[in-house]
């Protein structure tokens, strides 16, 4: 690391959520699929999740997030530097949602660009927009993190159907000097020999939406569940450990872990792995679902919000999803 690196650190000044207003329980599944409310708590640990109306797309919860972020932090719109947004449902192909965003929220002066690693996206994400502070390259950004997955959900399959939910959180970061605070370190890694694993086929240049070579395929999420399953719980325990490797730092020090909200029970199998007890780890997925890369910065408003995450604490946040996709962010809050 160099001299200007190590003075110059990117620190999370404030945070922002946003969900759809519509709250769904499991009990709405029981007159759509074969399911019940009993099968959903047991296998995933999610009661509830946000579903968006069409007036509540994907822009329009990153913006809301991202002003609260902004009021926090008393940041005039007028001065942030770069937009950034996680997502892998974008208003459109293009233009970006990020360039929306900055429109929205009155950025003016403020570069913007999208960041595709879906549930990992925010861990991605933040990790560039910290890189761009920490080398001089600007002095401040707003990271998103934000999906509307039930848009794309085929809501006759009670496999995917009863697992995502719609929203997304904001974390506005400025480059401090001399400070302990802040991102210090961050593992990234990709599989793309288990892109089939979870997939949208319709909707990209592959099979354009309307193109011949689009017949007979879905628009819809497709997942193999069991796959993705073991993957996540394995993933989840190597990415925590080696960014606390890298970092020097033992699980014994962090004093909060913020995974990915996809499922409790894959949850509680990779801080067993990690070694972090139950009061350590924050849940939220009870609540909203698999926000995919929503999730995490949605868990750190709330986290911070019930006074678990405090100024000068450490954070691990560790996310995974398709592509295969996954990485792991240690942060002094
Ligand atoms: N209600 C009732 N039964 C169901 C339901 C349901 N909603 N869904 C599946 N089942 C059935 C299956 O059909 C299967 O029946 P069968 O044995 O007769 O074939 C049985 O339940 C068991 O199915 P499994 O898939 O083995 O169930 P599992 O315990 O693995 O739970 C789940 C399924 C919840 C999907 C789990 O595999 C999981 O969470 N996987 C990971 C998903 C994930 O985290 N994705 C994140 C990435 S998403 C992204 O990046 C966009």
Redesign the pocket.
């Known amino acids: 690391m160099g001299a200007r690196a190590m003075s110059r650190k990117a620190v999370i000044e404030s945070v922002g959520m946003a969900v759809a207003e519509r709250v769904m329980p499991n009990s709405e599944?029981e007159a759509i699929?074969?399911?019940?409310d009993e099968?959903?708590r047991t296998?995933?640990g999610i009661s509830e999740r946000r579903v968006s109306s069409d007036e509540e797309t994907c822009s329009y919860l990153a913006a809301k997030a991202a002003s609260q972020a902004l009021e926090r932090a008393s940041c005039d719109p007028n001065d942030v530097q770069m937009v950034v947004v996680a997502t892998?449902t974008g208003d459109y192909i293009f233009p970006s949602t990020a360039s929306l965003v900055q429109d929205m929220i009155g950025a003016t002066n403020a570069g913007a660009f999208d960041v595709g690693a879906?549930?990992a996206g925010f861990i991605y994400s933040a990790q560039v927009a910290a890189s761009m502070i920490e080398s001089g390259t600007i002095d401040n950004a707003l990271v998103i993190g934000v999906?509307v997955?039930t848009k794309f959900v085929d809501w006759s399959d009670?496999?995917?159907?009863?697992?995502?939910g719609d929203g997304g959180g904001a974390v506005f970061m400025r480059a401090q000097e001399n400070t302990n605070r802040g991102l210090i370190a961050t593992v990234m890694n990709s599989d793309g020999s288990g892109a089939k694993h979870?997939k949208i086929d319709v909707g990209g240049s592959l099979h354009a939406s309307g193109s011949e070579s689009s017949k007979g395929k879905s628009c819809h999420?497709f997942?193999e569940?069991?796959e993705?399953?073991r993957f996540?719980v394995k993933a989840m325990g190597e990415s925590c450990c080696s960014v606390l490797e890298k970092a020097g730092v033992s699980a014994d020090e962090v004093d909060l872990f913020v995974p990915?909200q996809?499922?409790l029970?894959?949850i509680e199998a990779a801080s067993q792995r990690i070694g972090l007890p139950p009061e350590k780890v924050f849940v939220n997925v009870q609540k909203y679902g698999?926000m995919?890369a929503g999730s995490i910065p949605v868990a750190l408003y709330e986290a911070e919000q019930s006074g678990k995450l405090k100024k000068g604490g450490l954070v691990l946040t560790v996310g995974?999803?398709?592509?295969l996709v996954w990485g792991a962010n240690l942060i002094r809050w």
């Open positions: 599944f699929v074969e399911t019940s099968w959903i296998r995933t892998v879906a549930c999906d997955l009670r496999s995917t159907c009863i697992l995502f979870i999420i997942m569940g069991r993705v399953y996540a990915h996809a499922n029970r894959i698999n995919s995974f999803g398709a592509g």
